[in-house]
């Protein structure tokens, strides 16, 4: 988009909707996407309001991601942000959701807390000719029209990292006794990084996968789900929890027992959140997957394509590291959650 220039982006209901190929007939018109929305020097005209429905505050990540989100879509930047924290309940989102087509806001952003359960709501505001971006997390949907575009980690892709760092620095045919941390049920965060793992994993015969259970990516649950472990089987060579929360719950339970994590047991986490580099640092962490939370400015140029109608991609998947003792230091710094 050239610099000075003006553009007099004309966001008709009838275009929008026929670009997300609705019916006409019996559709909500959306009087806001009748205004014209022109793109000056410093931004639109009009501020683009924007419906974001977190799905809680479990975690750091999150924690991270939300600030990303509401650090972007800032008035300065053009937009009117309408944020819902729907504290790990479905129901609210979708009721989160409802409100926002009723506002008849101009986009809808939103974390799904898991992957079943919206084609009804997303149906709704594809009829309402507003546009969904799914951030982070993932749906499945019958018609995947009524998802705009995605943007976030390539989970699979995380859990496969994970079982190849294994691979190569535990080695396939040595005998390890492991145990899972696994993230939200149903969240395509934990679907989609167990999906990963196993698809490496599962060709390893001496990989002795002992249990995978739900921590539900928070602390607490973590160490409790750890303790678990820990009461029911002797001898665990290696953990693969999900996120990092979890493994600082993990932690706390080893260290309770006496257990010297990074050593005794072997840790492999997810996220890369700022305190667990500082472990991978120290030796208690052994790897890392990277999932970044910075998806603000992202979900920014996703809106401002789709608004003004130019060409961007359904997937949007993010560049995403492995982080060690040999190369956390370099990172350390920089990191800011
Ligand atoms: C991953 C994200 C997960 C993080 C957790 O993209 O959905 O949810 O790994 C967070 O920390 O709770």
Wanted: glycine share 8%; net charge negative; charged share 25%.
């Amino acid at each position: 988009m050239g610099i000075g220039t003006r553009r007099r982006i004309k966001v008709q209901a009838a275009t929008l909707m026929m670009s997300f190929g609705v019916l006409l007939s019996g559709c909500i018109r959306n009087p806001l996407h009748e205004n014209e929305i022109t793109q000056t020097e410093t931004g639109f005209d009009h501020l683009i309001s924007v419906g974001f429905s977190q799905l809680g505050s479990e975690s750091v990540w999150r924690s991270a991601n939300t600030v990303s989100i509401q650090d972007t879509l800032t008035r300065d930047n053009g937009y009117f942000l309408i944020y819902n924290n729907a504290r790990q309940k479905q129901e609210n989102q979708i009721k989160a959701i409802r409100s926002f087509i009723s506002q008849r806001v101009d986009v809808i952003v939103f974390s799904p807390l898991t992957e079943e359960g919206w084609d009804t709501v997303l149906q709704e505001a594809f009829d309402a000719g507003i546009p969904v971006i799914t951030s982070d997390r993932q749906v499945h949907v019958a018609k995947e029209e009524l998802v705009t575009a995605w943007v976030g980690g390539d989970m699979e892709l995380e859990g496969e990292k994970a079982a190849l760092w294994m691979q190569e620095h535990l080695g396939e045919k040595t005998p390890l006794d492991i145990v899972v941390l696994t993230g939200t049920e149903g969240s395509s965060a934990a679907e989609g990084r167990s999906k990963g793992f196993h698809k490496v994993a599962d060709a390893f015969p001496a990989w002795n996968i002992l249990e995978e259970k739900s921590g539900d990516f928070t602390m607490a649950k973590g160490k409790e789900i750890m303790e678990e472990f820990l009461s029911s089987y002797e001898g665990i060579d290696v953990l693969v929890s999900q996120n990092d929360d979890m493994t600082f719950g993990a932690i706390e339970a080893m260290e309770e027992r006496g257990i010297v994590p990074g050593q005794d047991i072997t840790i492999i986490s997810f996220d890369a959140v700022k305190k667990a580099l500082e472990m991978v640092r120290d030796g208690k962490i052994n790897v890392d997957v990277e999932c970044s939370p910075l998806l603000g400015p992202d979900i920014s140029r996703l809106i401002t394509a789709i608004l003004q109608k130019e060409h961007f991609e359904k997937d949007n998947p993010v560049e995403e590291l492995v982080f060690t003792k040999d190369n956390v230091e370099a990172y350390l710094d920089s990191r800011t959650y």
